[in-house]
């Protein structure tokens, strides 16, 4: 293809071997593969590609176009078959006096959770150091046999998993993506020996029941990586299925430095201790060792350490070095920018420090906050975060994914406060559906942050059970001049949060606060042989009425019910209903309201 040794090819490729046989035969080579994720758009594509100067860019023959502009670079990946052929390509770990050793291997777009992704150049001596520490610590075997169903565009599905089973002469079993229930069904018919995952993976695994325990038997290893797993969730998973996880800690930039054993003790929600030829400090802002116990940044030096971002100047390829301090020896040292502790030699991860939350003067790190929220049973997830307040500067809150029937924001703030110094306890809590994550399984705090101020609709649960009382007995006072039976509205609410199948309700919320309410049923249409989805009922508060809550209600139910199949999304309103129309007329609302909720799919119109 007329690429030279040390350029960097890229692509955005199907999970199929071909993908693999051309990380390696780039590795061969002395070129630097360059992964790019499944799901990014063609822009995104141009973007990494131009930042890393990439000399060809496999795309899927639907985005050349697309990417145009990138002229000859572009290849077409279903071209890549017929190119590689059938050619076996032994992989060699790269000893020290190599000529290839500081050659660049793997470029690795960092999967932060914002800002611009940087581009971690990583050598054959890098990506060497961390695949024969993990072959050594986690005992890897001929015989072993890896189920994978993690990304193949980062260096957790391409490296730790992949390249160290090639490392052992291992077969690894890939699945064409993620789902829990394929997952476990492919590990019994496999009699598979190790499972790698991140926190969402074990997740979503405690959906499924406690007898398909049986499913795992197999399994020596099972680790999990790329974000800090909750100790009640490891607790809980070692509890149903009678497998231990394994956690460790590594980045794109160094690779895996940190494990726990794979025999021995391991520290629930801790990540272990250095592997071998790894060198790790705790400081301050200073710089200044900090005592075990107290929280620092975490400071690397090692073999697996990268040598810096890849940049572009003046298309000349440049390391950026910003990220290494020197040490009080003079030895060089790469600050990650994670928050940790350390007692007795075993590290454990409490947040990033950009995260970290300044509240009156006092430090709050999240993962802290997390950790203690966690442990409610009523909670399946959670993140916290800082907001802006005008007296503290920041404030602590949190969003929360809840388990079962959930909880009120009041009852976790309760549970805070009897666990945590005043400062650290959130002022508010928000419910969710779902927590915003990346590709690897991080939480994108940003979009939390950034969402704080709008409205965001979620479904209703058992914990919102009083508010939706109160709000329908508002609303029939409001719109039909009707005093409801409290009772009775009670029984119907809880029915309906109780059984789907009767309607679901959505919540409108804002800066912790619900502002608004809808209740939509699925209907049979004869004359369009489908579902549709009916409105039945819309609320919001008269405090928070002009602001989009109905909008952002309508959003919502509109894309579910696209989601499910549904032919269409209707509100229901009896024009007869002179009280409520005259209410309706109040509020500025006329015919063409309408539109916002009524949506028919096979068409643009309302």
């Known amino acids: 293809l007329g690429v030279a040794p040390g350029a960097v090819v890229a692509g955005l490729l199907p999970r199929a071997p071909e993908q693999l046989a051309l990380f390696l035969g780039c590795l061969r080579y002395g070129c630097a593969w360059m992964p790019i994720n499944a799901r990014a758009t063609a822009r995104e594509l141009e973007a990494q590609a131009r930042d890393a100067g990439a000399s060809r860019v496999w795309v899927p023959a639907a985005m050349a176009d697309a990417v145009g502009a990138l002229g000859d670079a572009v290849c ?49 001596r890098n990506l060497s150091a961390t695949v024969e520490a993990l072959h050594e610590a986690w005992g890897w075997r001929p015989d072993d046999r890896l189920v994978h169903a993690l990304p193949l565009d980062h260096i957790h599905g391409l490296v730790v998993a992949q390249l160290v089973a090639c490392r052992a002469g291992a077969e690894a079993v890939w699945l064409p993506h993620f789902d829990a229930d394929e997952v476990f069904h492919a590990v019994r018919e496999t009699s598979a020996t190790v499972l790698m995952g991140v926190p969402t993976f074990y997740h979503r695994f405690m959906a499924l029941p406690a007898s398909r325990a049986s499913d795992l038997w197999s399994l020596r290893l099972v680790t999990c990586g790329s974000a800090p797993l909750p100790a ?64 620092g940044e975490l400071l690397l030096r090692g073999p697996s350490v990268f040598d810096g971002y890849l940049r572009l100047v003046n298309g000349a390829p440049t390391r950026d070095r910003s990220c290494f301090v020197d040490g009080p020896d003079g030895s060089e040292w790469m600050r990650t920018g994670d928050a940790v502790t350390r007692e007795a030699g075993v590290y454990r991860v409490v947040g990033r420090l950009k995260e970290m939350i300044i509240t009156g003067g006092s430090n709050v790190y999240p993962a802290e906050v997390e950790a203690v929220l966690a442990e409610h049973p009523g909670v399946a997830e959670v993140a916290v975060f800082g907001v802006p307040d005008d007296d503290l500067g920041e404030r602590p809150v949190a969003a929360l994914v809840p388990r079962g029937a959930g909880v009120t924001g009041a009852e976790l703030v309760v549970w805070a406060r009897a666990r945590l110094a005043p400062y650290k306890v959130p002022r508010a809590v928000t419910l969710r559906d779902a927590l915003p994550r990346n590709a690897m399984g991080k939480l994108v705090k940003g979009e939390l942050v950034a969402s704080w101020g709008r409205v965001v609709a979620r479904r209703g649960c058992r914990a919102d059970h009083a508010t939706l009382v109160a709000w329908n007995v508002a ?12 009772d009775v509205v009670s029984r119907g609410v809880a029915a309906a949060l109780d059984d789907p199948a009767r309607g679901t309700y959505w919540l409108a919320e804002r800066a912790g606060r619900v502002v ?43 894309d579910a019910a696209r989601a499910q199949g549904a032919a269409g999304l209707r509100l229901y309103v009896d024009q007869r209903n002179t009280p409520a129309m005259a209410v309706y007329a109040r509020l500025g609302m006329n015919g063409d309201h309408y539109r916002v909720f009524e949506r028919m799919f096979d068409g643009d119109g309302a």
């Open 475 to 486: 609303m029939a006072a409001e719109t039909e001049s009707i005093d409801l039976d409290v």
């Open 232 to 295: 009640p969730l490891l607790e809980a998973f070692a509890q149903r299925f009678g497998v231990r996880i394994l956690e460790r800690y590594g980045m794109s930039e160094v690779g895996i430095v940190l494990s726990n054993p794979l025999d021995g003790e391991r520290v629930a929600g801790a990540v272990g201790s250095p592997l071998p030829g790894v060198h790790a400090r705790v400081v301050d802002a200073d710089g200044a060792d900090v005592p075990d116990g107290a929280p």
């Open 76 to 124: 077409v990946a279903e071209e890549l078959p017929s190119l590689l052929g059938r050619s076996a390509l032994p992989l060699a770990v790269v000893g020290a006096g190599d000529p290839l050793a500081d050659a660049p291997a793997l470029a690795c777009a960092t999967s932060g959770t914002t800002g611009r992704p940087k581009i971690a150049l990583l050598s054959h």
């Open 516 to 558: 608004g309410q809808l209740m939509v049923t699925p209907e049979w249409s004869d004359w369009r042989a489908a579902w549709v989805h009916w409105i039945q009922s819309v609320y919001v508060p008269p405090e928070a009425r002009g602001q989009g809550v109905y909008r952002a209600l309508a959003t919502a139910v509109a």
